[in-house]
């Protein structure tokens, strides 16, 4: 249902591209006023103490030209899902590339199936944040070895809109530590293989996203049988290990 409902999502987008304005904006007094009560909402939050049935999340991923955004690394799509509690919600979609004057690297290109003229005809960076943050607004935001996610988040996020990075984000191992703690399993394709998920698409921000939310899907059941009701349940487990 998801991947059907993915496929229709991107033939929408691709036609409406051409009707996206690829000149770059600067930031202006609306996006920075909204940045600032969305952060405040976010400090109002009580994340760790919601139920996890009852915790909304939006399970993301980025294709980027490489590791080191502080190097001149840029995001090149952006792919989400959105979730309550271990329910994906289907009809909750978020995918959109990022213009650039520049070509992607020829072996990125290769990779992800992104194109020099689809980033041409894509909506300007500081726009993709302004949309991606409207969709995600205060809800906890989960991937897959985050930590690619939040350094990347972070520079965009002050080099496109001048705000801090203030989501919580959660990697998908956070669970996975306590359902599986002796797994040798790193990759997104190693775990998507163990629970029997189709990536479908690998190297596409979507599908990989939807894939990584079914991920956190089948741990937030194991974790909930286990005992488990919130993320902070989870926290202290984890602190009594060490």
Excluded at 62 to 83: C, Q, W
Excluded at 155 to 178: E, G, P, Y
Aim: include cysteine; proline fraction near 3%; charge should be negative.
């Amino acid at each position: 249902m998801v991947m059907n409902q993915m496929l229709h999502f991107i033939k929408q987008m691709s036609g409406k591209m051409s009707d996206i304005n690829p000149v770059s904006s600067q930031t202006d007094a609306r996006q920075i006023a909204y940045m600032r009560n969305l952060q405040r909402e976010l400090k109002q939050k009580d994340v760790l103490n919601t139920p996890f049935k009852d915790l909304d999340t939006v399970v993301f991923d980025i294709e980027t030209t490489g590791f080191y955004p502080y190097n001149g690394d840029r995001i090149l799509s952006i792919g989400a899902v959105k979730m309550k509690g271990a329910d994906i919600l289907n009809n909750q979609l978020f995918y959109k590339t990022i213009y650039s004057e520049l070509p992607p690297p020829k072996e990125i290109e290769v990779l992800t199936g992104i194109t020099a003229s689809e980033l041409n005809q894509a909506a300007d960076l500081p726009e993709v944040l302004r949309q991606f943050f409207q969709f995600v607004r205060s809800d906890t935001l989960v991937a897959h070895h985050s930590s690619h996610e939040k350094q990347f988040m972070k520079h965009a996020s002050w080099t496109a809109l001048k705000s801090n990075f203030q989501h919580r984000l959660i990697d998908t191992t956070f669970l996975m530590k306590v359902v599986s703690p002796d797994s040798a399993y790193v990759t997104l394709d190693d775990w998507c293989d163990h629970y029997g998920v189709d990536i479908g698409r690998r190297h596409h921000a979507l599908y990989d996203a939807a894939a990584t939310a079914k991920l956190w899907s089948e741990n937030v059941k194991k974790v909930e049988e286990m005992g488990f009701t919130n993320l902070r349940d989870i926290y202290t487990h984890i602190a009594s290990l060490s």
